[in-house]
């Protein structure tokens, strides 16, 4: 009987695996489809962020081949599950190379992107890291390449911002007890200082706890005139709540995840006064960006977490599409090798949300950063550093 | 194909964890969840020895091995003096605790990870750590069915059973305790080392209580107290997920759905086997008929 | 830095704050003393009784109350229903302990993935607003919500005290986690014993996730995220013990908060796992003097009691 049950079981796991073959092998288009991969985070504690950046990248896909594609072949988008995760990040980036042979793939979160560089490094694929942050992505490898600022970039611009305009001399800087959280503390910091100020407190927090008092009283005692916070969408509202109840009453500013309006509205009047830094610029600056959030509002019925990154994915599709039509123009073989050349010879790419693209040879790029303020229970830009 | 073979080392690395686990939970009676530590303590050493000192990797593993059961001692030296009860808490302690530890210290790379451990095979490399991985899983599953089968297995199982008597009759059982907790670590030691070359990246949000509760779902849902149980279990629970992905769903829903699709296929499974989906063929489930 | 005035409010919104886990912790102990079962799935029941809550609140607009006895009625049924078609099962078949730790943990696991299809990733919270009025009383920052928070945990402690100490039900829960065999011989109805220690336990889970709520905010993932605290609060306190276990959860979340002030705030976990660690080599009973419970039947003859 057991082996019976034990048979139906491989016979399920065969029958699942050969169905989803034949399903990929019998979409076919007239010509032939022009594939990229993409790994996100679907499920877990990131997918708030991730399903909507994927979903960004779909339309995006979507839109190009209403428009006939790239010279009339179809684009087509890969979608894997990585939870945040680098090990099942690299299975996907696994699968993306070797099983569905593409050769660019698109993936976040700085943990995934340093586990699968790797992959991209050996197979020589390439691969797009777009809104992790980690600056020690610029030195991944060959292959790997970031079309999304890191964090010296928006942290830095936070910090010049509150020395140079605010002319702050004390900064204090609470981090989140994970890998972005010291990253982005730390370049805060050698900033801040760099630039004459002095950091009087410097705590962490554990991911796990809701509780602060702690750091937070010790922030109170080192009497800074500004307070930078390093964290996560999710404990950044409670932070900062609980450093409002404890009658801190000094400016806070924080990176790209404070630019949430559910952070204001969490916070209410607390939120009053708060400093986030943006990569891309805000529905007000740009009309393409205000039908972007039309059109979430009318299929999603909310905007989308972490409006710049879904921006940076769904121009992700484009400079993928504007790789390819450069091989094809050049009659050049689709390979990966080709693709990393193409993204080299091309340089500068106009997108259509986030506007110029410049590909450093470092591996890097540079954009303005978008400095805004909570006024009135909305974000008003108040200024743009280069 | 490169997936293939990235599968087949996967497939490796947890059968050696999960018969490992066995050994010291199913056939040793020690619960303990902290098997994921020495996977990591394996990995970490391998890590830091491959890039601070660019040590060759033979030696490097057997480092991990051997850094691995001396932490085990750590543990299981004081918890199993007091009770082996007891020892499920400590346990807990000692993994989150070292890992807790390795987030904060910069020269394993912190809480953002150690990387850029060399690559160690040019050659058809993914063929190449398939087979040592599966070579060694075989070996890890062969040794231990000798181990079992033989004196020393029998005297593991009587004590496990009814450790009252073995005392009685003037057995020492910390001393095997000891040493199989220490063996079970020690091969995960060398799977965690196997690990590292593999992925060439390692961060400590990889070894949680997460893992634990993966390792020890391999053993129960194969048969715990059984040689080839973990073998199906770890095969199962690692191609399981992976066939689910070919399903092509669609992609609103395609994350948690396919997380749904495969728990109520473990249950379905507990449902179907609770003792295990290898039945163990001599009456090695702890305690009886406990409720 | 060690004024009075700062001691004062770590201690204080220390002691709020573990409000939640010490119902948790109760609730999971209760669980591990009666039924003998590693309940993970109380994380499940926990994402389950959130989001109804959530739905009441935020989607029908229901007042808090009416929302809780939702949330706490949704929390109950999934309880039982994984008792009588799950536990219940497993016991027949005479499954080893670890299935059914296995089971509960995959449930919870299930119960995340379902969620997260059905109500999304997005982190929600079940107030309006995070911030809540506060006082300063002598120096120190006292939130409404932390008052709240208290009153309810000390009135549904006194409650479960009330009702495992001085009514029969709770005498019979005593007994059969004492005793299963021997109570089912004196006319102790077990498997409603049962039933009745999860109905407890959910109620207990649903009060717990309102507090938080209404403080934080939260996606699928996060109920086995808290488990790892209740877990330990529930051992520390010694494995029979429910009270030692809320005790338990008060102390740790008073020793986190209160470590800040001696270690640098990267090693705050450190402490808690450390302490977990070395308690164990020093108070091999659980730092509560509380009877061992025995996990192996004795060769002898069974005994109340022993």
Known sequence: MKQIRRNMVVALALAATCMGWTAAASAQAAKEPLKFGLAMPLTGSQALFGADQAKAAQWAVQDINAKGGVDGHPLEMILLDTQADPRLGINAVNRLVSVDKVPVFGTAWSAV???????????????????????EIAKLGDYIYTTYPLADVDVVAQARHARETLKKERAAVLYIHNDSGVEGAKIYREAFESLGGKVVAYEAYDAQSTDYTGALLKVRTSNPDIIHVQGLVSDLPQVIAQLRQLGLKQPISTYSAGYNPKVVQQLGAAAEGLLVSALAPSAEQNAEIAEFVERWKKTEGRIPNGLPYTQYLYDMPYLIADLYSHLLK???????????????????????????????????????VYLFEVKNGKFEPVATVD | MEYVASLLVLIGLYVILASSFNLIIGFGGLISIAHPIFFALGAYTVGVLSTQFGLHPVPSIAAGFVVAMLASFMLSLPSLRISGD?????????????????????????????????????????????????????????????????????????????ELAFLALGRNAMNI?????????????????LYAYYYQYLTPDQFQILQSAMILTMVVVGGMGSVYGPVVGAVLLLLLPEAITFLNLPSSVMGPLQGVIFTSLVILFLFLRPQGLVPSSKRLSAGGSHE | MLDFQTLLQIFWTGLANSTYAVLLAAAFALVLKVVKVWNFAQA?????????????????????????????????????????????????????????????????EFVQYVLAMVAGTEPVSLAATIMSASYIVGGVVVSEWDLKAIAATVVLMALLFVVMKRTRHGQYMIAA?????????????????????FVLAAVLIAAAMYLFGTRASMVPNTPLEMMLFAVIAALLGG????????????????LRAFSILVIPSAWQSLILYALLFITILFFPQGVRIAPRVRKKPAAGPASAGA
Not at chain 3, 177 to 197: M, W
Request: avoid cysteine; aromatic fraction near 8%.
């Open chain 3, 177 to 197: 986690a004492d005793n299963p065999h021997l109570s089912r011989l004196y006319g102790v109805n077990v498997r409603r014993v049962y039933a009745l220690t």
């Open chain 1, 330 to 368: 050049a009659g050049k073989p689709l390979t990966g090798v080709n693709m990393r050349q193409a993204l080299v010879d091309v340089g500068t790419f106009e997108l259509p949300m986030t506007g110029k693209l410049v590909v450093g040879a470092d591996h890097r790029v540079k954009k303005p």
């Open chain 2, 177 to 193: 305790k000891i040493a199989i907790f220490a063996v079970g670590s020690g091969l995960a030691g060398v799977a965690g080392g």
């Open chain 3, 239 to 254: 494995m029979g013990n429910v009270f030692g276990a809320a005790v338990a959860a008060v102390f740790l979340g008073l």
């Open chain 3, 44 to 108: 499940g029941l926990m994402g389950i009784a959130y989001y109804t809550m959530y739905l009441a609140i935020q989607k029908l607009g229901w007042p808090g109350y009416a929302a809780l006895a939702l949330g706490a009625g949704a929390a109950i049924v999934a309880a039982l229903a994984m008792e009588v078609f799950g536990l219940q099962t497993f016991r027949r078949r005479h499954s080893p302990p670890l299935t059914f730790f296995i089971f509960t943990l995959v449930i919870s």
């Open chain 1, 113 to 135: 992107v340093k586990a699968v560089a790797p992959i991209a490094n050996r197979s020589q694929v390439l691969g797009l890291s777009v809104g992790a942050n980690s600056p």
């Open chain 2, 86 to 162: 007891y020892l499920l808490i400590t346990s807990i302690g000692f993994q989150l605790g070292l890992l807790e530890i390795i987030k904060n210290l910069d020269f394993v790379g912190g809480a953002s990870g150690l990387g850029g451990i060399p690559n160690v095979v040019q050659q058809h490399r993914s063929l190449v750590f398939a087979a040592v991985a599966l070579g060694l899983a075989v070996a890890v599953v062969l040794s231990l069915r000798a181990l079992v089968r033989g004196p020393y297995g029998r005297a593991i199982q009587a004590m496990r059973d009814d």
